[in-house]
């Protein structure tokens, strides 16, 4: 199998190591059709990824879960609010020569002045020169900004995917989760996928819960309501070493490790947080 995926590699023109070929295969669920399985591989594998992001790959198990949400490399696909690029990584290279790969960011102007649009400019900025600084990768992708108030990603029915990474609870607590739902459901075509990964609490919490966990049911009665029916769930993303307990919330485990020095085996220990991952459907 290594021997086919290198192969596969090589006539795409993707750079990639043994190394990573075989990282990604240990992380990697065979999706519905065996062209996209490679191309997933591929993708997850490639040598242009950061060290740092690759030693999350066994938290976040992005070929699993990339295939469970039915991403293919002939898509359109908008991921929401991607912060530092960790799944543009994966996802810009992929769709670069068959799909479109779209970044939706807060619109730094439509924000009130002050931290909170300092930090989207700076978030925006990131990534731009993130994408400006890999042609190779990243020349084809795309960023476009939204208002959080009034959420607009594309032309209505143009894209294939949409896709969301552990930001339902910042949406809510400002709220603001109707709304991107409501966006997500217009910018898909019918048929077209909502897929959710989210913190997972143990039940649901309230309005003004600051833990960073949100209830399963609760994020999926958002994407009902929107219009999207629940078409799979998935573990993938389970943590049940996660007590989802502390004082910091969800920060105080990895990668943000919100938590004294001396804490640090104990939360390394556990690993990111516990997750949902759910994906929806426009009918």
């Given at each position: 199998?290594?021997?086919?995926?290198?192969?596969?590699?090589?006539?795409?023109?993707?750079?990639?190591?043994?190394?990573?070929?075989?990282?990604?295969?240990?992380?990697?669920?065979?999706?519905?059709?065996?062209?996209?399985?490679?191309?997933?591989?591929?993708?997850?594998?490639?040598?242009?990824?950061?060290?740092?992001?690759?030693?999350?790959?066994?938290?976040r198990?992005?070929?699993?879960?990339?295939?469970f949400?039915?991403?293919?490399?002939?898509?359109?696909?908008?991921?929401?609010?991607?912060?530092?690029?960790?799944?543009?990584?994966?996802?810009?290279?992929?769709?670069?020569?068959?799909?479109?790969?779209?970044?939706?960011?807060?619109?730094?102007?439509?924000?009130?002045?002050?931290?909170?649009?300092?930090?989207?400019?700076?978030?925006?900025?990131?990534?731009?020169?993130?994408?400006?600084?890999?042609?190779?990768q990243?020349?084809?992708?795309?960023?476009v900004?939204y208002?959080?108030?009034?959420?607009?990603?594309?032309?209505?029915?143009?894209?294939?995917?949409?896709l969301?990474?552990?930001?339902?609870h910042n949406?809510?607590?400002a709220g603001?989760?109707?709304?991107?739902f409501?966006?997500?459901?217009?910018?898909?075509?019918?048929?077209?996928?909502?897929?959710?990964?989210e913190?997972?609490?143990?039940?649901?919490?309230?309005?003004?819960?600051?833990?960073?966990?949100?209830?399963?049911?609760?994020?999926?009665?958002?994407?009902?309501?929107?219009?999207?029916k629940?078409?799979?769930?998935?573990?993938v993303?389970?943590?049940?070493?996660?007590?989802?307990?502390?004082?910091?919330?969800?920060?105080?485990?990895?990668?943000?490790?919100?938590?004294d020095?001396?804490?640090?085996?104990?939360?390394?220990?556990?690993?990111e947080?516990?997750?949902?991952?759910?994906r929806?459907?426009?009918?």
């Open positions: 199998m290594r021997h086919v995926l290198i192969a596969c590699a090589l006539a795409a023109g993707l750079s990639i190591s043994i190394a990573a070929i075989a990282r990604a295969q240990e992380t990697a669920a065979a999706p519905a059709h065996a062209e996209v399985d490679a191309a997933l591989q591929q993708a997850v594998a490639g040598d242009w990824r950061g060290a740092e992001n690759t030693a999350r790959d066994r938290y198990h992005p070929a699993e879960t990339l295939a949400f039915g991403v293919k490399p002939d898509q359109t696909v908008i991921e929401i609010t991607p912060g530092g690029g960790w799944y543009a990584e994966i996802l810009a290279p992929l769709l670069r020569d068959k799909g479109h790969y779209i970044a939706a960011v807060v619109d730094p102007m439509a924000v009130k002045e002050g931290g909170s649009r300092d930090y989207q400019q700076k978030s925006k900025s990131g990534l731009e020169a993130k994408f400006a600084a890999a042609p190779a990243f020349d084809r992708a795309r960023v900004a208002d959080p108030a009034a959420p607009v990603f594309g032309a209505p029915g143009s894209a294939d995917v949409v969301t990474f552990r930001n339902v949406w809510r607590s603001q989760a109707e709304g991107m409501r966006g997500f459901f217009a910018v898909l075509k019918p048929g077209g996928v909502l897929g959710v990964a913190h997972r609490a143990n039940g649901d919490v309230g309005d003004d819960d600051k833990s960073g966990y949100v209830g399963e049911q609760q994020v999926i009665a958002m994407a009902e309501a929107a219009g999207f629940l078409d799979a769930k998935s573990e993303n389970a943590n049940p070493k996660d007590t989802k307990d502390y004082p910091g919330g969800v920060w105080t485990l990895p990668p943000t490790n919100k938590h020095a001396e804490d640090n085996a104990k939360y390394r220990a556990i690993g947080s516990d997750r949902m991952t759910l929806f459907v426009k009918p």
